[in-house]
């Protein structure tokens, strides 16, 4: 290989160059990023969580003003915990998608449903093979595409990549509003 095939050899993780930062897979959603800003999320490479944590910084910074906005933070915070199970831990997150999704709940209620939400959570056996869009994705189409949209889309991606688990959790999140209306 000479000099330019490496230096234009940058996509992927061949370690041709000891000052190249080494990519990294995420473990949950399987994006693949060089490491740029760190986060910490539970099932999320830090590059990953990071990367997040950037792209919906300007949603946290307006989510107190604007309900709207709260409630597209609430979307995206529960598409990327989906798409980041961590094994053995009930799926409250594709829980709270398929209300939010399918059932035309209002991501505001997230904090009064919490306590059915955490009781009807289902453990799911397996996850998605692969995810057909992730936040390294919406970071991508950012400059296109704006922000509401790519959440919206990315949330129903998420949700439909889950089909093997959508009998589990739609029975859940009948129980939850059945409990929800009871409870009235
Ligand atoms: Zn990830």
Redesign the pocket.
Known sequence: MTDAETRADTATADPAGPERPEAEV??????VLVPGPVGSSP???AS??GL?EVTVRGLREEAAQDVRTAALLQLATDA?AA??PVAGEPAAAALRLCLWLERGTDPLRAGGLAGRVDDAAPRLPSRPVRWTT???DLAADLDVVDLPALVRSWAHAVWTDGAAAHPAVRAAADAVLTGSAAGR
């Open positions: 995420c473990p949950g959603c399987g994006a099932g999320a490479s990953c969580a997040f990327y798409q980041h992730t936040v390294a």
